[in-house]
């Protein structure tokens, strides 16, 4: 058999493998609301239901009820990874939390939160098996941030600012749209060296729009997130192609262009105190928060005041109540040394997966945790969508990867050498065991 004869049965082949167990209906449908929800989490703030809130939580909500479908239709569930398994005791040990808390309405809230991000996770492990259906998540997340970017323009256009000479769209606040374009350069970078043609133009123009509403934000954090995920260009640029260099040249124009034209001056002084904030500044009263987390975490080490207490915890020291702005600090005080000992074991499985995976995808999640390390230092988003999102997507890609090697090397020996006995090919129990 020749070389392409060969390789395209290879390709068949292992494509019906991963491709059997989201070939049913309930499968596919659920997947399509999975997809919207992801594409909505960019901009989640923008629409408001009076009696459900967020428009994601009714997306979400379809999508969970469709999954629980299609895991009937399928009569089997894929087995847990590691990962998952440390989400599931860091959402227990949340809900547990709710005997000592110091304000039982915020952790059962908070809790109740983190269910639904679980079940978030569970379903891009359910639905997203191959690598094809994970990277139109990924093009879901992007396509989200158009619509978050280009309100943002709009609301500079039109001069409506959310502070002083900062504009953010969708109904975030300034900080979070700065973060929410930067945790997306990476992907959509890596989803342009993956393209061709029309849509890598489209990835480059998303590119030069998040650069953009960084800087009209004026974000510190969310510019020093941004260089963090501009590093993906130097260290994946011997694998572009003459086509996608213009691409990403395309885009560097348009975001210097708009840097020149559209940023008004006082993005730009606000951006340049950044040294000053931290090495003197109080990094916007950040210092006393923080100064806060970890005060109550001295009179609570070991069980925290309860998952989403800080709030209301933090007027012991503070005038008023406010919120972590630190996702680390603001875990070790809700939930103590246990809760933020299982957080900081997710984040080391995480990484270790993501050293596992071929160098484009090891060089894509390694920069794209960078980026949500700096984000998490200035936000509160261990109970974001953004991060469960990109925490399920990785556990799923890593299985694509490294777990199903056995599948493709056996569908390769299958194609050169022969159909071998049935108990050594065994696909089905190699597929339930993923």
């Known amino acids: 058999m020749s070389r392409y004869g060969n390789r395209y049965g290879e390709d068949k082949l292992t494509r019906t493998f991963l491709h059997a167990e989201t070939s049913a209906p309930f499968s596919k449908v659920a997947f399509a609301a999975l997809w919207l929800l992801v594409f909505a989490i960019p901009w989640e703030d923008a629409i408001w239901l009076p009696e459900y809130g ?242 109550l975490f001295r009179t609570h080490p070991f069980l925290g005041v309860g998952a989403g207490a800080f709030r209301e915890s933090s007027t012991r020291f503070l005038p008023v109540p406010v919120i972590p702005h630190n996702t680390f600090l603001g875990v070790l005080a809700e939930q103590g040394i246990i809760g933020f000992g299982l957080f900081c074991v997710l984040l080391v499985l995480l990484v270790l997966s993501a050293k596992e995976m071929p160098p484009l995808p090891r060089k894509l999640w390694m920069v794209l945790l960078a980026v949500w390390v700096v984000a998490a230092s200035d936000l509160t988003w261990d109970n974001g969508k953004s991060t469960w999102f990109f925490f399920g997507l990785l556990i799923a890609q890593w299985a694509a990867m490294v777990r199903m090697q056995p599948i493709r090397v056996k569908a390769k020996t299958f194609m050169n050498v022969g159909p071998p006995s049935p108990p050594n090919l065994d696909v089905s129990s190699a597929i339930a065991r993923r």
Request: proline share 3%; glycine share 6%; charged share 15%.
């Open 54 to 295: 967020t428009a994601t939580r009714l997306i979400g909500m379809l999508a969970a009820a469709l999954g629980v479908l299609a895991f009937i239709e399928k009569r089997r569930i894929r087995f847990p990874s590691a990962a998952h398994v440390v989400m599931i005791l860091f959402t227990m040990w949340a809900c547990i939390s709710y005997l000592w808390s110091a304000y039982p309405d915020a952790t059962t809230l908070q809790a109740s939160t983190y269910c639904q991000l679980l079940i978030m996770a569970w379903l891009i492990w359910e639905l997203c098996p191959d690598r094809r259906d994970q990277e139109r998540l990924m093009q879901a997340y992007i396509f989200g941030t158009f619509v978050s970017s280009v309100d943002t323009l709009y609301q500079f256009l039109t001069h409506h600012e959310v502070a002083y000479q900062r504009y953010t769209g969708a109904g975030l606040n300034a900080d979070q749209v700065g973060l929410i374009m930067a945790v997306s350069i990476p992907i959509s970078y890596y989803l342009l060296i993956q393209s061709r043609k029309l849509l890598a133009w489209v990835y480059g123009l998303q590119l030069a729009l998040a650069v953009t509403s960084i800087l009209l934000s004026a974000g510190r954090g969310g510019f020093l997130a941004g260089l963090v995920a501009l590093s993906i260009v130097p260290v994946t640029s011997k694998r572009l192609s003459p086509l996608q260099k213009l691409t990403i040249v395309g885009a560097i124009f348009l975001a210097v262009a708009s840097s020149l034209f559209l940023v008004p001056t006082t993005s730009w002084d606000r951006i340049s105190t950044i040294p000053e904030e931290v090495t003197h500044g109080s990094l916007g009263q950040r210092r006393a928060i923080w100064s806060a987390c970890w005060e």
